[in-house]
């Protein structure tokens, strides 16, 4: 959902919010806050125990170790450290020991804690409106997406070519498949399946060409290829795109040694 856009400083800059990454950055901060507190009463109750060293300054150690593992939910704590001298009764400066250790949260004002969900677009294009950039910003996330599945799936990256030729060469087939890819989605948009190319893969996957082998009464063997049933998801999809289910046809070969050796 798109809340609000404003121009400042040369800039157009685009408010959002999205219920869904709210959801996923207040469990995140959840967790953390979790695992943070759960260092602070360990520090906590070690305070009780006997024979445990309760100095400040290995308090405030232990302390700020915990600060930096958790660093991200740690500075909206505001932590107070109690201390009482050792022995009151004595007459000289005794040493001091921490006694208890209070906390408070306290999220910082437009951090990530106190706004979840919430995120900026800014733009130096001032002629774009909210919608369009939008649209643009979208757009840069699915190529993203799609680079990310190719340079990992087809192996289009890393680039061990020497000469400039062949890396333009390289580069070209991945704008090409990028090309491919972007028009298999237009098509399945048009018909009412909005998928990424990654859900796109996934509903796929579960297909598989299979060779099955037998001995044939008449000697030798007999090899036969066939693609296996489509999921529903993936049927959709051939139809969409006016394809056969079960591409590549049954294949049938008859090997005899006698005959192929």
Wanted: glycine share 4%; hydrophobic share 35%.
């Amino acid at each position: 959902m798109v809340d609000a856009d404003e121009k400042a400083d040369g800039d157009v800059r685009l408010l959002c919010y999205s219920e869904k990454r709210a959801a996923k950055e207040a469990a995140m901060t959840t967790l953390q806050r979790q695992r943070f507190e759960a260092g602070l009463d360990k520090i906590v109750a070690s305070l009780s125990k006997p024979k445990t060293r309760k100095k400040p300054e290995l308090s405030h150690q232990r302390i700020g170790r915990l600060r930096e593992a958790y660093a991200s939910v740690a500075r909206h704590y505001q932590i107070d450290v109690s201390e009482a001298p050792s022995d009151p009764t004595s007459d000289q400066a005794a040493p001091r020991t921490v006694t208890h250790i209070r906390w408070t949260f306290d999220p910082a004002a437009h951090s990530k804690a106190a706004l979840a969900g919430h995120y900026v677009m800014r733009s130096n294009d001032l002629s774009l409106s909210a919608e369009e950039l939008w649209r643009h910003y979208i757009q840069l996330t699915e190529l993203e997406a799609v680079f990310r599945s190719l340079k990992s799936e087809l192996g289009l990256r890393p680039i061990h070519h020497q000469l400039e030729t062949r890396c333009k060469a390289h580069l070209w087939i991945s704008v090409l498949a990028y090309q491919c890819v972007m028009y298999l989605r237009r098509n399945l948009k048009s018909h009412g399946i909005n998928l990424s190319w990654q859900s796109i893969r996934t509903q796929m996957e579960g297909q598989r060409r299979i060779t099955a082998t037998f001995a044939a009464k008449t000697g030798g063997t007999l090899h036969i290829r066939k693609t296996s049933q489509p999921d529903p998801e993936a049927k959709a999809i051939y139809a969409a795109l006016g394809l056969a289910d079960k591409p590549g046809a049954i294949k049938r070969r008859h090997f005899r040694p006698e005959r192929d050796l």
